[in-house]
C-alpha cells in the first residue's frame, strides 16, 4: 500500500513549484485513497483524472492496479520534488556559505590570539605539591596565558604530595630551546627536590633568570631549587621551615609574595592565589591582577 500521508507530501512539494501552467496527468482508480485525491486535487498545476475499472477485472487485481499506479505516481512525483528541493537548495547555499566563512574567520582570529598569549610553563615531579600546581596553572589560565605543564619526571603522568594523579602536557626535554615570558614552580617535598636536579629546568631556569623573564617559584621550591642553583637575589621567601629559611639566608622575608626584580616567591599552599596573582600582576598589570582576585574572592599580595 502507498501511504496517503507520503503521496501528498510528494504531490505538495510539486504542487507548489510546477511553473508555467504544465500540470501532471495521472490516472487513478475509485479505489485510490481519498486523501490522496484530496490531496493532489487541491493544487491547480495538477489535474487528476480518474477512470472506472473494467468490469473483467476482479477486485483484487483492480487493488493491485491502484497500488501500482499509485506507487508509480508517487515515486515520479517524489523525484521531481527532489530535483526542486536540490535546485532551490543549490540557489540557497550562499548565505550558508557566508556564515561559515565567517566562522572560519572567527577561528582564524582566535586561532591568532592564541599564538599572541603569553606562553607559562609549570614544571612538575613526583610529590610535587598539588594545590600550588592548581593555583598556578588555574590563574594564569584565567588571565589569558598559554599555560603548559611540563614533567621532569620519565612520565607525563606523575603522584603528586597528596596522591592526585596528573597528566603533564609534554616532558620537560621538550620546553629546552622555547621562549617563555614566565616559569614557575611549585613546591612540595620531595617533589621540589625532583625539580632541582633536572638539568633541563635547571637550564631553562638559569636563561629565564638571566634574560630578565619572570621565574618563580613557592614553598619549598625557593630554598631547593633556586637557592641551589644560586638564582635568587636580595630577597626571597619560601615555606617558614627552619631548613628552608636557612637555605635562603639572610634575604629570607616573611611575606605571602616577595617581588625582587623578575623574581617571584612565595611560601606554601595557604598563599598559592597570592602568588599567582603576583605572576598575573608581573606580566598583565596590577589591574588585571585585582580583577581576577575579585573573581576568585580573594585579595592580592
Keep these: 500500500q502507498v501511504s496517503a500521508w507520503g503521496a501528498r507530501d510528494s504531490l505538495s512539494g510539486v504542487g507548489q513549484r510546477l511553473a508555467g501552467g504544465r500540470a501532471v496527468m495521472l490516472a487513478v482508480t475509485s479505489w485510490a485513497s481519498p486523501a490522496i485525491c484530496r490531496s493532489m486535487s487541491a493544487f491547480p498545476a495538477t489535474r487528476l483524472a480518474a477512470r472506472p475499472l473494467t ?5 483484487q487485481h483492480a487493488r493491485r492496479e491502484v497500488a ?3 506507487l508509480r505516481a508517487s515515486q515520479a512525483l517524489g523525484v521531481l520534488a527532489a530535483a526542486w528541493h536540490l535546485s532551490d537548495g543549490r540557489r540557497r547555499r550562499r548565505p550558508w556559505q557566508a556564515r561559515w566563512q565567517s566562522r572560519a574567520a572567527a577561528v582564524s ?3 591568532a590570539g592564541e599564538a599572541a598569549a603569553l606562553r607559562v610553563l609549570v614544571p612538575i615531579a613526583e610529590d610535587s605539591e598539588e594545590i600550588e600546581t592548581a593555583c598556578i596553572t588555574d590563574v594564569l589560565t584565567r588571565a589569558g596565558a598559554a599555560v603548559t605543564v611540563a614533567s621532569v619526571m620519565p612520565d607525563l603522568q606523575v603522584r603528586m604530595s597528596r596522591g592526585l594523579k596528573v597528566v603533564a602536557d609534554v616532558s620537560i626535554s621538550d620546553c629546552v630551546g622555547q621562549v617563555w615570558d614566565a616559569i614557575a614552580c ?4 620531595p617533589g621540589a627536590e625532583h625539580l632541582r636536579d633536572s638539568k633541563d629546568l635547571e637550564a631553562l631556569l638559569r636563561e629565564q633568570r638571566a634574560s630578565g623573564r619572570v621565574t ?9 631549587v633556586f637557592a641551589s642553583h644560586g638564582l635568587l637575589g636580595d630577597s626571597a621567601t619560601c615555606f617558614p621551615a627552619p631548613k628552608f629559611k636557612e637555605k635562603v639566608g639572610a634575604g629570607w622575608t616573611d611575606s605571602k609574595a616577595v617581588v625582587d626584580g623578575n623574581l617571584i616567591t612565595s611560601q606554601g599552599p595557604g598563599t598559592s592565589l597570592q602568588f599567582a596573582l603576583k605572576i598575573v600582576e608581573a606580566l598583565y598589570g596590577k589591574a588585571k591582577a585585582e580583577e581576577l582576585a575579585e573573581q576568585l574572592l580573594t585579595f592580592t599580595a
Design 216 to 224: 618563580a617559584a613557592v614553598c619549598a621550591s625557593p630554598a631547593v
Design 68 to 70: 501500482g499506479t499509485s
Design 55 to 59: 468490469a473483467s477485472l476482479s477486485r
Design 109 to 111: 582570529t582566535n586561532a
Design 186 to 189: 611549585p613546591g612540595g617535598m
